[in-house]
């Protein structure tokens, strides 16, 4: 979110300046030290404060990101890069699964499964760990710098993203959207040095940001209603109380409209041409059932801890706005609503309204008592970041303490059992469950896995859930001529075929069960 600051701000701020440059200027005075007198040693490098916020801020997201590591999306990110990098091809079609095999499919986010890919390669699953930790540290110091930019108050802007952190959190794992979230920030970046007209701003970076963002993840097209936002709010004047434009100058709108056009060709630069840059839309309008029935995309709880934080977020960021009324601009009032309805309507988004919205509550926040050189303890500080840096090599987990997470969510012991017996034939798996079984047994295909479009488009997603919901269950099974299931045992499904006459139990563990269907010829035993 772009930082305003007005001309008497300014003004006061170059005053204030001055009036410290000119205190070198003064004659001695009997307070001062004599001229010809030893001149006190300047004090040593040190560590100053505002290190240890920041250090505190990386921390916390090395807290809440440690061991998140088994999101159900990177084992086909990973399948797809990997054929990518074998093949020198993008998959056009279906590879995985029986119920879709061959259908024409687009992969709309294999840049951003690269880089997870090469670091899978280079150090397996703590590969994909670090990168993941990598880059919510770096949006979340992008978001701190915005957030200092706007107050000018380094504590209030720790407490600000603070709470972005904690907003965000649910969106912490190996997601190619963490791209996208870096991109905004970098975007939010350049326009905000562009507002300092006192600094020159890359602006001829933005087209590059977008033609990368398009082939990295979908939410390019929140960064265009930015990008669009902040540009049409200094185009014209507009005054309705206390909101107002901050109007762009004569050169700069030049620049801004330019550098906006110009992006527009940057999205068609991407192998799929006009269907990806239309992709957003296919999603909100045409995969209906993907959208209705994945938790992300469901409107905030207000009744669990996630609902509650953002509810009192927001009531804190109302009674400072009655209490301390400011002058608002025409962008920064609309990307805050952009920011809350999107937070509040599709919990995945929650991240975005942390972002968007920590300069404004830094803002608010700034009547915490500003950071103070002069007050430093470099002892005091040096000790407590040693302890958060310390801290966080202790605890960084290990490539076998993420396997056993990644075991523990998965049926990796089911999968062995299935490889050892030879078992093969149309399986109907758990949806969360479909990307780590094809990832680590390409030859057993799927009934689904979390890629929600396909099997959207081809109505198998809902069969899916017909089947889950015991919904003429034995009649869908029958008609993609299931041989095998394998769930966890909390379904209801896994009662009933547990308790019918036409499957049996082939394996059990502690988090999966696999069924065979009683008349298959295969015969196995449990």
């Not at 590591?69 to 993008?90: F, G, K, M, T």
């Not at 706007?150 to 993203?161: D, E, H, L, V």
């Not at 390019?220 to 936002?229: A, R, T």
């Not at 919901?469 to 299931?485: E, F, P, T």
């Amino acid at each position: 979110m772009t930082s305003v600051t007005s001309y008497e701000d300014l003004g006061s701020k170059s005053a204030v300046h001055l009036e410290l440059e000119n205190e070198d200027l003064l004659p001695a005075t009997s307070a001062s030290p004599l001229r010809g007198s030893p001149v006190p040693p300047k004090p040593g490098p040190f560590l100053p404060f505002t290190v240890v916020l920041t250090l505190i801020v990386l921390t916390l997201v090395f807290i809440l990101a440690r061991g998140k590591v088994a999101d159900p999306d990177i084992w086909w990110h990973l399948h797809n890069a990997e054929h990518l990098v074998r093949n020198h091809s993008l998959p056009r079609h279906d590879m995985y699964s029986f119920t879709v095999a061959g259908h024409p499919w687009m992969n709309h986010e294999w840049l951003g499964e690269l880089p997870f890919y090469f670091a899978w390669k280079a150090l397996g699953i703590s590969g994909i760990d670090a990168l993941t930790v990598t880059l919510l540290s770096l949006i979340y110091l992008g978001v701190l710098y915005l957030a200092w930019k706007a107050s000018r108050n380094f504590k209030a802007a720790t407490i600000a993203t603070i709470c972005a952190v904690f907003l965000g959190k649910g969106s912490f794992g190996p997601r190619t959207i963490l791209f996208g979230y870096l991109l905004l920030v970098c975007l939010l970046i350049v326009l905000q040095r562009f507002r300092e007209t006192r600094r020159p701003a890359p602006l001829w970076l933005i087209p590059l940001m977008f033609g990368v963002w398009i082939n990295t993840h979908g939410s390019w097209s929140l960064g265009m209603i930015v990008f669009s936002v902040i540009v049409a709010g200094g185009l014209f004047n507009l005054r309705w109380g206390w909101i107002e434009s901050d109007l762009w100058t004569s050169q700069q709108k030049k620049q801004l409209l330019t550098v906006w056009g110009a992006s527009i060709p940057f999205l068609f630069l991407n192998p799929y041409g006009w269907r990806l840059v239309f992709y957003p839309l296919d999603l909100a309008f045409r995969q209906k059932t993907n959208v209705e029935h994945i938790v992300e995309w469901a409107s905030l709880n207000f009744h669990d801890g996630r609902g509650k934080f953002a509810l009192l977020l927001l009531f804190v960021l109302l009674i400072g706005v009655l209490i301390r009324p400011r002058r608002w601009t025409v962008s920064e009032f609309a990307l805050l609503l952009f920011a809350v309805y999107s937070g509040l309507t599709y919990v995945r988004f929650l991240c975005l309204m942390g972002i968007l919205l920590t300069p404004v509550l830094a803002r608010v926040l700034d009547f915490v008592p500003p950071y103070r050189p002069d007050f430093d303890t470099p002892v005091l500080n040096s000790a407590v970041a040693l302890l958060m840096i310390v801290g966080t090599l202790h605890y960084w987990p290990t490539q076998s303490q993420l396997n056993n997470i990644v075991r523990d969510q998965y049926p990796a012991r089911a999968l062995t059992y299935v490889s050892a017996h030879r078992i093969n034939g149309p399986l109907f798996n758990y949806y969360l469950w479909g990307g780590y079984i094809n990832w680590q047994q390409p030859a057993v295909k799927i009934f689904i896995d979390s890629r929600a479009d396909i099997f959207d488009y081809t109505g198998v997603f809902r069969e899916y859930l017909d089947v889950v919901a015991i919904q003429n269950s034995d009649a869908i099974l029958d008609k993609y001529r299931v041989r095998y299931v394998l769930l966890p045992h909390n379904e209801p499904l896994t009662y009933l075929l547990d308790h019918g006459a036409r499957w049996t139990r082939v394996y059990s563990d502690d988090n999966a069960v696999l069924f065979e269907k009683k008349n298959s010829a295969s015969g196995v035993a449990e």
